[in-house]
């Protein structure tokens, strides 16, 4: 009984995450085989997370090898540290102790994070970011409330803030909150940053299983071999038993 209970309890955070948030998310509709996407995505990443979040777990050889980034373009537009090796893994110099003074808390590796988060989850939480003066960075989230983290793609977007429609319910009018809408300040228009956030996700997808495609591509043939042995196994069953019946 004891050890059920214990069980329980560390099942509590898991089941949490699982919940999930209150707000509607987005479809994300990545697409791993599209490499110009990731390549882009990987761009983004590199120009404007990478300063505080790690992806420790992958090697930058190992991210241009499956993207097709040539490895001298990967090494002038994509490794800023000038001691870090093509083949080293993609760690940043942020110190833990600075971030976590900086922002309340260090800066967590998102090797994995799509998978912990989920892809949906991250395209809706970049793209839920509103100007909001009374928190430290002057930004808030709809998915994150209070959240610690700036809006590092502000200058793509532009200053965000959250939009309201007035609904007639229950006989009164009441302000609904129904989206973000950019001041059009940013780099980008709806569509474009709305895009460039998609393959931002894309690429993190991949960074959480590089070998996802090829995990599937291996099951196709594992499922076609389990048919072609089941059909073979019943026919030498008939073989075997027709002379008993």
């Known amino acids: ?49 990478f300063g505080c979040h790690a992806t420790q777990y992958q090697r930058y050889e190992r991210v241009a090898t499956d993207l097709g980034i040539p490895a001298d373009l990967m090494i002038e537009h994509m490794i800023f540290d000038p001691e870090a090796k093509i083949g080293e893994l993609m760690v940043n110099a942020i110190p833990t102790e600075y971030a976590a003074a900086s922002f309340g808390a260090p ?35 709809v998915v994150f409330p209070s ?21 007639l319910i229950d006989g009164e009018d009441v302000q609904v909150y129904v989206g973000i809408e950019s001041d059009g300040t940013g780099e980008l228009n709806d569509e474009e940053y709305d895009e460039a956030v998609r393959d931002l996700v894309n690429f993190l997808e991949y960074s959480a299983e590089p070998m996802k495609l090829e995990r599937q591509r291996l099951g196709y043939w594992v499922m076609g071999f389990i048919v072609v042995f089941f059909v073979l196994t019943l026919l030498l069953k008939k073989e075997y038993w027709r002379d008993v019946h």
């Open 107 to 141: 800066a967590p590796d998102l090797t994995m994070v799509a998978r912990v988060r989920g892809t949906d989850w991250l395209y809706t939480y970049l793209r839920a970011f509103y100007a909001d003066p009374s928190r430290p960075f002057g930004v808030n989230n």
């Open 147 to 167: 959240v610690g983290m700036p809006h590092v793609l502000e200058e793509l977007q532009g200053v965000p803030s959250k939009v309201y429609e007035t609904r």
């Open 1 to 49: 009984m004891k050890t059920l209970i214990v069980m329980l309890f560390a099942l509590l955070p898991s089941l949490v995450m699982a919940a999930g948030p209150s707000v509607p998310l987005d479809k994300a509709n990545n697409d791993l085989t599209d490499n110009a996407s990731l390549q882009r995505g990987a761009q983004t990443f590199m120009n404007y997370c």
